[in-house]
């Protein structure tokens, strides 16, 4: 594809342009690219993360604006997850499947993951809910969209990102 070939003279990761070019080709073989509300209603309709559709949306937006095409990009807001830590049940089990010469390490590794399952713990409870967090960080593609929802600009970064702030 062309498009991955200006997006590699701009500086994008192989990995990126790799897994870019999956996500159009998979959106291709199920929606038509040049029509942008069928493929909004495509992503729209699948049982995704809000993350994977992000991703979808910003790689077909790519894709629109080297084809010259435009359309009103939808948004879709990452959602954190606690990430899920194995139980020490677990860990055990598999310390004791283990060979001698591989017990010592895994026990060593189960002392670790208790530190960073209690961190871990400690760590959700200080942050709260992510959902519930007043202020975000977002690019200015977002912006628009936020401040339609009744959010307001707090600052602008550095980075060219910008905070907004949650009203009420």
Not at 1 to 19: C, F, H, N, P
Not at 75 to 86: G, N, S
Not at 111 to 127: C, F, G, I, T
């Amino acid at each position: 594809m062309i498009l991955l070939l200006e997006l590699k003279a701009q500086g994008y990761s192989e990995a990126t342009l790799r897994a870019m070019g999956r996500k159009l080709r998979g959106l291709a073989k199920n929606v038509n690219l040049q029509d942008p509300e069928a493929v909004r209603t495509y992503i729209a309709d699948q049982p995704w993360s809000s993350g994977h559709k992000g991703n979808l949306v910003n790689a077909y937006d790519h894709y629109l604006r080297a084809q010259g095409l435009s359309w009103e990009k939808p948004v879709y807001e990452r959602v954190d997850q606690i990430q899920k830590i194995p139980r020490l049940e677990d860990i055990n089990k598999i310390i004791s499947g283990a060979s001698p010469k591989y017990a010592c390490m895994h026990e060593n590794v189960d002392d670790a993951m208790e530190e960073v399952r209690k961190l871990s713990l400690e760590s959700y409870k200080l942050k709260g809910n992510p959902s519930d967090d007043p202020q975000k960080m977002v690019s200015e593609e977002q912006l628009e969209n936020y401040l339609a929802r009744g959010w307001n600009v707090q600052t602008v970064l550095p980075s060219g990102r910008i905070v907004v702030k949650k009203n009420g």
